[in-house]
Nanobody, 123 residues
Framework: VQLQASGGGLVQAGGSLRLSCAASRRTTGNNGMGWFRQAPGKEREFVAAISWRGGDTSYADSVKGRFTISRDNAKNTVYLQMNSLKPEDTAVYYC?????????????????WGQGTQVTVSS
């Protein structure tokens, strides 16, 4: 396993969670990293991305102002801080390592994918 996502769980609406994605140096390298999610019966969708140096970030409109992506290259770890969670944020969250160094919202830009972590937000 090259990408290991963790930090999911059950939280009430309005609460917070912090997801982590631990990766091997081989899979992060100088690569952009992203978070995607998939709810039951829905297609996978983009959540957030960060460039390899961390200077550029991108967010889905649905999470702007609530979620923050960050990375610690010394630890080969990417984080997703999720605040003001809503029931519609319920999904399996996946981290991914991009082919290039930019913060891409396109799933086709990603080479490696983690196994996912479940986030459930109750109303």
């Amino acid at each position: 396993v090259q990408l290991q996502a963790s930090g999911g769980g059950l939280v009430q609406a309005g609460g917070s969670l912090r997801l982590s994605c631990a990766a091997s140096r081989r899979t992060t390298g100088n690569n952009g990293m992203g978070w995607f999610r998939q709810a039951p019966g829905k297609e996978r969708e983009f959540v957030a991305a960060i460039s390899w140096r961390g200077g550029d970030t991108s967010y889905a409109d649905s999470v702007k102002g609530r979620f923050t992506i960050s990375r610690d290259n010394a630890k080969n770890t990417v984080y997703l801080q999720m605040n003001s969670l809503k029931p519609e944020d319920t999904a399996v969250y996946y981290c991914a390592s991009a082919l290039g160094g930019s913060a891409s919202a396109n799933a086709r830009s990603y080479r490696y994918w983690g196994q996912g972590t479940q986030v459930t937000v109750s109303s």
